[in-house]
């Protein structure tokens, strides 16, 4: 696959602040890219200089193996994190105003049935739901039927429904074949919509990989939660180790299914146990020592 | 070009829309002038005395006469050697009263409808005669002419001011607000990141202003020339021209005033010493005759300035579009300017 975008050694200095130190990455076309860590960890910043609406103390940025020109602003589509949109115009006039500022553009209709829009074209901007909005400045991110998307914390704010609804659009556009970078501080997000990781925190970039290769090289061991009721004395000499908490046995082991053959083996009653498979959370929690909601 | 025409057309519609749809915003932009105009015509209709007045002395003795009556109270004397001058100045309330001392006995002029014409005559004929007969009854001493069926009633000299006044506060707060609240809650931001071009968007911006403005200030114009009788007498096409470039002039600065501002209290303050300027040294309430000379050399880098004598020679003095063409190039070369510093200056997000 060939890179569609390269950065390298982006830096963006503040006076008392270095908000992002050395950033470097390559992403493939056709690949959703996540940019995971907390608020504050420089995503925001890192995206806005690649976009090109943020002035780079220094680095470079290269589009289709090209420094950044008028060509970059017709072929990306950019749903930035905290926008308002222009007041008194409905959700069609807003798509038609946006859509004549591109030479290429895409089937209007098309955007507004994969962006679910139809129901409120004729609704005030200022009249529509948080998640509507939201789909509606995905939809301007989609005018042009661009080769890359930047979607900058785009489920921020939403509730739970509207986030999985705004996942599958999500996943529609990944089905089309567009390569898309995804700003997150939301573990699930990221795992679900992502193909390539970058966990990032301080304005660095901590590790990259696939959610898959993440987790296995910080956090290949699952847990196994036992309770409590269960005598010590049962799980001894057990070939894992086994810590007590006040929540129950914890036991960490690579392969789940071989525990539980030992413990059907001791026929202990597991009408009670609790299986925690690793997630990216639990990776950013080994590399810094804290959580991504911190 | 077509695309760059569309992108221009796109937001030059989109603004119109906005402001149309803002009903109470859209209300006032007409309600207002008319509020103003009703307010001076009740003002000057009624025998309330201004505080201060301007009088010529013309004529070979109008050194000594000057230096007698600047000597009064709230009275400023100044010497016009051109009494036809000194006449015309009278007629267009840049004068409160004239004095010709070629004749004897001296003859004084006034306007019959200058708001401040019977205040002078008290203050300083009055005056005068009591003094050259030590407070008995006066002979006549000077001789009286009125202005009366040749004057610019000060209504409609004042007029061309109040629609400056208005087309400029119309035009440097509308777009300059509009803009620094685009830039402040992203909208901007978001069209900095489509192919539109800072021209488009402040040239669509400035069109967007100028199709308003022109529609109010033409509703404006035609309900006070029905209501008021007010008179054109001299180029239409010239009063247009003035208004369309003093228009673009001011809505330019106004766009200069917001290219890279992010808060409104800022570039309020920062027009606010613009405008307030404007409004004492561009004439639109009282003439600046009498004022230091820099006063009014520093009057002329104002559009504003330009704006009012231009519309003021065409509607009371009958000018030809010949007659203010310095005036038009004075404007379209502001608003060239303006717009050009603009595009090179400004910016679509917060620093």
């Given at each position: 696959?060939?890179?569609?975008?390269?950065?390298?050694?982006?830096?963006?200095?503040?006076?008392?602040?270095?908000?992002?130190?050395?950033?470097?990455?390559?992403?493939?076309?056709?690949?959703?890219?996540?940019?995971?860590?907390?608020?504050?960890?420089?995503?925001?910043?890192?995206?806005?200089?690649?976009?090109?609406?943020?002035?780079?103390?220094?680095?470079?940025?290269?589009?289709?193996?090209?420094?950044?020109?008028?060509?970059?602003?017709?072929?990306?589509?950019?749903?930035?994190?905290?926008?308002?949109?222009?007041?008194?115009?409905?959700?069609?006039?807003?798509?038609?105003?946006?859509?004549?500022?591109?030479?290429?553009?895409?089937?209007?209709?098309?955007?507004?049935?994969?962006?679910?829009?139809?129901?409120?074209?004729?609704?005030?901007?200022?009249?529509?739901?948080?998640?509507?909005?939201?789909?509606?400045?995905?939809?301007?991110?989609?005018?042009?039927?661009?080769?890359?998307?930047?979607?900058?914390?785009?489920?921020?704010?939403?509730?739970?429904?509207?986030?999985?609804?705004?996942?599958?659009?999500?996943?529609?556009?990944?089905?089309?074949?567009?390569?898309?970078?995804?700003?997150?501080?939301?573990?699930?997000?990221?795992?679900?919509?992502?193909?390539?990781?970058?966990?990032?925190?301080?304005?660095?970039?901590?590790?990259?990989?696939?959610?898959?290769?993440?987790?296995?090289?910080?956090?290949?061991?699952?847990?196994?939660?036992?309770?409590?009721?269960?005598?010590?004395?049962?799980?001894?000499?057990?070939?894992?180790?086994?810590?007590?908490?006040?929540?129950?046995?914890?036991?960490?082991?690579?392969?789940?299914?071989?525990?539980?053959?030992?413990?059907?083996?001791?026929?202990?009653?597991?009408?009670?146990?609790?299986?925690?498979?690793?997630?990216?959370?639990?990776?950013?929690?080994?590399?810094?020592?804290?959580?991504?909601?911190? | 070009?077509?695309?760059?025409?569309?992108?221009?057309?796109?937001?030059?519609?989109?603004?119109?829309?906005?402001?149309?749809?803002?009903?109470?915003?859209?209300?006032?932009?007409?309600?207002?002038?008319?509020?103003?105009?009703?307010?001076?015509?009740?003002?000057?209709?009624?025998?309330?005395?201004?505080?201060?007045?301007?009088?010529a002395v013309t004529g070979p003795?109008a050194q000594?006469?000057q230096?007698?009556?600047?000597?009064?109270?709230?009275?400023?004397?100044v010497v016009i050697a051109d009494a036809a001058e000194a006449?015309?100045?009278?007629?267009?309330?840049?004068?409160?009263?004239?004095?010709d001392t070629a004749?004897?006995?001296?003859?004084?002029?006034?306007?019959?409808?200058?708001?401040?014409?019977?205040?002078?005559?008290?203050?300083?004929?009055?005056?005068?005669?009591?003094?050259?007969?030590?407070?008995?009854?006066?002979?006549?001493?000077?001789?009286?002419?009125?202005?009366?069926?040749?004057?610019?009633?000060?209504?409609?000299?004042?007029?061309?001011?109040?629609?400056?006044?208005?087309?400029?506060?119309?035009?440097?707060?509308?777009?300059?607000?509009?803009?620094?609240?685009?830039?402040?809650?992203?909208?901007?931001?978001?069209?900095?990141?489509?192919?539109?071009?800072?021209?488009?968007?402040?040239?669509?911006?400035?069109?967007?202003?100028?199709?308003?403005?022109?529609?109010?200030?033409?509703?404006?114009?035609?309900?006070?020339?029905?209501?008021?009788?007010?008179?054109?007498?001299?180029?239409?096409?010239?009063?247009?021209?003035?208004?369309?470039?003093?228009?673009?002039?001011?809505?330019?600065?106004?766009?200069?005033?917001?290219?890279?501002?992010?808060?409104?209290?800022?570039?309020?303050?920062?027009?606010?010493?613009?405008?307030?300027?404007?409004?004492?040294?561009?004439?639109?309430?009282?003439?600046?005759?009498?004022?230091?000379?820099?006063?009014?050399?520093?009057?002329?880098?104002?559009?504003?300035?330009?704006?009012?004598?231009?519309?003021?020679?065409?509607?009371?003095?009958?000018?030809?579009?010949?007659?203010?063409?310095?005036?038009?190039?004075?404007?379209?070369?502001?608003?060239?300017?303006?717009?050009?510093?603009?595009?090179?200056?400004?910016?679509?997000?917060?620093?």
């Amino acid at each position: 696959m060939s890179s569609i975008l390269e950065v390298r050694d982006l830096v963006k200095q503040y006076p008392g602040l270095r908000a992002v130190d050395g950033v470097s990455f390559s992403i493939d076309a056709g690949v959703c890219f996540g940019l995971l860590g907390p608020n504050g960890a420089g995503k925001t910043t890192t995206i806005e200089m690649i976009e090109n609406t943020l002035d780079l103390t220094s680095g470079e940025v290269f589009y289709k193996g090209q420094p950044r020109g008028q060509k970059f602003r017709e072929e990306v589509g950019i749903q930035f994190q905290s926008t308002q949109l222009l007041q008194y115009l409905t959700v069609e006039e807003t798509l038609k105003t946006f859509h004549r500022l591109y030479t290429r553009q895409a089937s209007l209709q098309q955007i507004i049935e994969t962006c679910q829009l139809s129901d409120i074209l004729k609704r005030d901007n200022r009249k529509i739901s948080g998640g509507q909005k939201q789909r509606l400045l995905l939809a301007l991110a989609l005018l042009n039927e661009p080769e890359l998307i930047f979607l900058d914390e785009p489920t921020t704010g939403m509730d739970p429904q509207a986030r999985r609804n705004l996942w599958d659009i999500v996943q529609a556009i990944k089905n089309l074949g567009k390569t898309v970078i995804l700003t997150t501080h939301y573990m699930d997000e990221a795992q679900i919509l992502c193909d390539q990781i970058s966990v990032m925190d301080k304005g660095k970039i901590l590790t990259s990989g696939t959610p898959k290769e993440l987790i296995q090289r910080y956090c290949p061991h699952v847990t196994i939660q036992l309770p409590l009721s269960l005598p010590a004395e049962t799980l001894q000499n057990l070939p894992w180790t086994i810590e007590t908490t006040p929540g129950g046995h914890e036991l960490h082991a690579k392969d789940a299914r071989e525990v539980l053959k030992v413990l059907m083996e001791r026929d202990l009653d597991l009408s009670d146990i609790s299986i925690h498979s690793p997630n990216l959370e639990d990776v950013f929690l080994v590399l810094t020592g804290r959580s991504l909601r911190e | 070009m077509k695309k760059s025409f569309e992108r221009f057309w796109s937001m030059f519609y989109a603004r119109n829309m906005e402001f149309l749809r803002d009903r109470s915003s859209l209300t006032w932009s007409f309600v207002f002038p008319f509020f103003l105009l009703f307010g001076f015509s009740f003002v000057f209709n009624r025998d309330k005395p201004p505080d201060a007045v301007k009088i010529a002395v013309t004529g070979p003795a109008a050194q000594s006469w000057q230096t007698r009556i600047d000597g009064l109270p709230q009275v400023q004397a100044v010497v016009i050697a051109d009494a036809a001058e000194a006449r015309d100045k009278l007629a267009h309330h840049k004068l409160d009263l004239v004095l010709d001392t070629a004749q004897q006995p001296p003859v004084y002029q006034i306007s019959e409808t200058a708001p401040k014409g019977y205040q002078a005559e008290q203050l300083v004929i009055r005056v005068l005669e009591r003094k050259a007969l030590g407070n008995r009854a006066p002979p006549a001493v000077f001789t009286r002419q009125s202005l009366r069926g040749t004057e610019v009633p000060y209504l409609d000299w004042f007029f061309p001011g109040m629609l400056g006044m208005n087309i400029m506060f119309g035009s440097v707060f509308g777009v300059s607000y509009v803009t620094v609240r685009y830039r402040k809650n992203g909208v901007l931001k978001r069209l900095g990141a489509t192919p539109l071009k800072p021209f488009e968007y402040l040239s669509a911006q400035l069109a967007s202003r100028m199709f308003l403005l022109m529609f109010t200030t033409a509703v404006i114009f035609t309900g006070s020339m029905l209501m008021f009788g007010f008179q054109v007498r001299g180029s239409w096409l010239a009063l247009i021209l003035l208004f369309f470039w003093g228009a673009a002039s001011l809505i330019a600065l106004g766009i200069l005033a917001a290219a890279r501002t992010e808060s409104e209290e800022l570039v309020g303050g920062v027009l606010n010493m613009t405008t307030w300027p404007m409004m004492f040294v561009s004439e639109v309430w009282f003439s600046l005759e009498g004022s230091p000379a820099w006063i009014q050399q520093v009057a002329q880098i104002f559009p504003l300035t330009h704006l009012i004598t231009g519309a003021r020679k065409v509607m009371n003095d009958g000018a030809s579009l010949t007659d203010v063409s310095h005036h038009l190039l004075i404007l379209i070369a502001m608003t060239l300017v303006f717009l050009s510093i603009s595009s090179a200056l400004f910016r679509w997000t917060k620093r």
